[in-house]
């Protein structure tokens, strides 16, 4: 079975671009989740998603970051404008929301740098 | 809010030595409470996993008990090869779901030379 496919893999840009993530998750889950992984503050949740409703963003830093799912299989994450302190891994995750012991499964996740 | 908190690292041991990374954690209820280990270059893998007090995850030959009174679920195993080798995040969910998002600690890097 195909795991969560996260895209790019890897992605270089300038300050004030914007940068568009890309997340795949397992087909037949319900609940996604966005993830930011840096050195200083380790991973950190940014938002999630039950049946493609945003159900907590208070994880996201600032108005420049806004994540859309538009259907039970695919999921964006946008920055713009894009600043060097956003550069990090960034990794999506899916889990069925049946059960109360359900594993999220990650992506490989996004390398981000901002230049 | 809910916290986790690990030990330091990174944690150097010779292959075969016994391993423990300390987790505690500070939370309202009973949380479900997970091991996620992370591999160069790759996304983080669900180790183990305990659900209630005193429950015993394991895997891979790793163990972690949950334990309420010490707020603790540390990691451990007897034996630890080179393939070890990785990051051991450990994490809690709160109450009645692993489909909320879950809270990491910080990490512990685990280097096993042979």
């Known amino acids: 079975d195909a795991g969560v496919i996260q895209s790019p893999r890897h992605e270089v840009t300038e300050m004030g671009q914007e940068v568009t993530l890309r997340c795949k998750p397992i087909s037949g889950h319900n609940s996604l989740f966005w993830y930011r992984q840096t050195m200083m503050r380790g991973l950190e949740l940014l938002i999630y998603?039950?049946?493609?409703?945003?159900?907590?963003d208070s994880g996201m830093p600032e108005d420049r970051f806004s994540a859309k799912m538009p259907n039970a299989s695919f999921s964006t994450l946008k920055i713009q404008p894009s600043e060097p302190r956003d550069s990090a891994v960034y990794f999506c995750?899916?889990?069925?929301?049946?059960?109360?012991?359900?594993?999220?499964?990650f992506g490989d996740g996004t390398r981000l740098s901002i230049l | 809010g809910d916290s986790v908190t690990q030990m330091e690292g990174p944690v150097t041991l010779s292959e075969e030595a016994f391993l423990t990374i300390n987790c505690t954690y500070t939370?309202?209820?009973?949380?479900?409470l997970f091991w996620y280990v992370q591999y160069p270059g790759e996304g983080l893998q669900l180790l183990l996993k305990?659900?209630?007090?005193?429950d015993k995850g394991s895997n891979k030959g790793f163990e972690a008990t949950y334990r309420k009174e010490t707020t603790s679920f540390h990691l451990e195993k007897g034996s630890v090869q080179v393939s070890d080798s990785a990051v051991y995040f450990c994490a809690l969910t709160p109450p009645g779901g692993g489909a909320d998002g879950l809270t990491f600690g910080k990490g512990t890097h685990l280097i096993i030379q042979p």
């Open positions: 939370a309202t209820g009973y949380p479900s």
């Open positions: 998603f039950n049946n493609n409703v945003p159900i907590d």
């Open positions: 305990a659900t209630k007090a005193d």
């Open positions: 995750a899916s889990s069925l929301r049946t059960g109360w012991d359900q594993p999220q499964h």
